[in-house]
C-alpha cells in the first residue's frame, strides 16, 4: 500500500536549519508529484514546496522562496525539504503528499495520498 512517512522535525531557533524527509514505501515515487505543506494552529493547510514527476521543475510558497529547497533522490525513494533561515511564522506541521496528477497545482486538493506529519517549531 501506498505510505509516505516524514522526519526530521523538532525545535530550532530562528535562522537555524533542518531537512525534513519523506520517505515512500508501496510505490515507486518517480512517477508521483510530491508536495510539502503545512498547517499552523488555527490556520489552513497551505502549499510550500512542491516538485513535479515530469521535469524536475518545483514551486515554492513566496513566504519561504530563497530559503527552503526541495529536492528528490529516487534511488532511495525519498523527497527532502532543506529549511534554512527559519522564521517563527514557519512553526507547524509539514506534510509531504503526493499525487499522479499531471503538472499540479501545489495545493492540498491536488494530493491524494499523505504522510502522518512532523512537527517542526521555530522558537527562542
Known amino acids: 500500500q501506498v505510505q509516505l512517512v516524514e522526519s526530521g522535525g523538532g525545535l530550532v531557533q530562528p535562522g537555524g536549519s533542518l531537512r525534513l524527509s519523506c520517505a515512500a514505501s508501496?510505490?515507486?515515487?518517480?512517477?508521483?508529484?510530491i508536495g510539502w505543506f503545512r498547517q499552523a494552529p488555527g490556520k489552513e493547510r497551505e502549499g510550500v514546496s512542491c516538485?513535479?514527476?515530469?521535469?524536475?521543475?518545483?514551486d515554492y510558497a513566496d513566504s519561504v522562496k530563497g530559503r527552503f529547497t526541495i529536492s528528490r533522490d529516487n534511488a532511495k525513494n525519498t523527497v527532502f525539504l532543506q529549511m534554512n533561515s527559519l522564521k517563527p511564522e514557519d512553526t507547524a506541521v509539514y506534510y509531504c503528499?503526493?499525487?499522479?496528477?499531471?503538472?499540479?497545482?501545489?495545493?492540498?486538493?491536488?494530493?491524494?495520498?499523505w504522510g502522518q506529519g512532523t512537527q517542526v517549531t521555530v522558537s527562542s
Open positions: 503528499a503526493a499525487t499522479l496528477r499531471t503538472n499540479p497545482l501545489c495545493r492540498p486538493r491536488s494530493y491524494a495520498y
Open positions: 516538485i513535479s514527476s515530469s521535469d524536475g521543475s518545483t
Open positions: 508501496g510505490f515507486t515515487l518517480d512517477y508521483y508529484a
